[in-house]
């Protein structure tokens, strides 16, 4: 049988490129995609040395102080011993499920050196904790648990197929969680059910594809939408910019409106 690489996607849809410069496709960047992940849930799997070096991962849950992931482990787990004796380690956290492919939903690592903190970061890491596990009120002050907070140094984000990026662990905890998208869904659910057509303009005028038949909004964030396209060619995806970042999802009814009235004067 004859190997295939990524060029030779064999029966694989490809996607049409567009017909038109994309009016403003910017996006989120890595280390603003992996804050919103990281804050989008409080589980993950934690990567941790043994005293052989052998590799060993784990189910954890975890708080965020800032964008610094907060771990209550037992002393007595092989992770809490692991941490004790290398704190080397990464945690891998993945998004909530958008996509029935699990490898076409978002993901990120987060690697770097677990440390104790003490004084009022403790204080602080502990309430982080508590504040995204509640049950961790009944074990958190045990003797045999500890907090440890995850100093970040390397990100490595995955927004599905053909979508990745790294940053630096200096830029992810300079950047901020997306504070349109955890609420999207309902803006998206609307937009697909009530205002396809203008979805279509969109797509047509500001999307780079002025031969769309249909559209269909597959994600919001600060800085735009995200469309999956019908062609005559083919499907595709695309990106429709707001043109200025949101602060909030309160502000998603008049940037649609604005979306709409650049596509219709383009």
Not at 35 to 50: D, F, G, H
Not at 85 to 105: I, K
Not at 169 to 177: C, P, T, V
Not at 192 to 197: E, G, K, L, V
Request: net charge negative; aromatic share 6%; proline share 6%.
């Amino acid at each position: 049988m004859a190997s295939r690489d990524h060029g030779d996607p064999g029966d694989a849809p490809s996607a049409p490129p567009p017909l038109s410069e994309i009016a403003d496709d910017t996006r989120p960047s890595a280390a603003e995609e992996a804050r919103t992940i990281a804050a989008s849930t409080n589980t993950a799997t934690l990567a941790t040395l043994t005293a052989d070096g052998d590799p060993w991962a784990s189910f954890v849950t975890y708080g965020l102080l800032g964008g610094a992931p907060v771990l209550c482990v037992s002393n007595m787990a092989e992770h809490g011993r692991n941490l004790a004796g290398d704190p080397r380690a990464s945690l891998a956290v993945v998004a909530p499920a958008t996509e029935s492919d699990p490898l076409a939903n978002g993901r990120i690592t987060l690697a770097g050196v677990a440390e104790r903190p003490t004084g009022d970061e403790l204080a602080a890491a502990r309430e982080a904790h508590l504040a995204a596990v509640s049950a961790a009120k009944y074990y958190i002050d045990y003797t045999d648990f500890a907090v440890w907070v995850l100093r970040v140094h390397r990100v490595r984000w995955v927004g599905g197929y053909g979508r990745m990026d790294s940053a630096t662990g200096a830029d992810y905890a300079d950047a901020a969680a997306d504070p349109v998208r955890p609420g999207a869904g309902a803006a998206i659910a609307h937009l697909n059910a009530d205002h396809a057509d203008s979805l279509v303009e969109m797509a047509c005028a500001l999307g780079g594809f002025p031969d769309t038949t249909a559209a269909v909004c597959t994600g919001i964030d600060r800085y735009g939408l995200d469309l999956r396209v019908q062609t005559p060619r083919g499907n595709a995806y695309t990106r429709v910019g707001f043109g200025e970042p949101l602060s909030s999802a309160d502000q998603l009814r008049s940037a649609a409106v604005d979306l709409v009235s650049r596509a219709r004067r383009s």
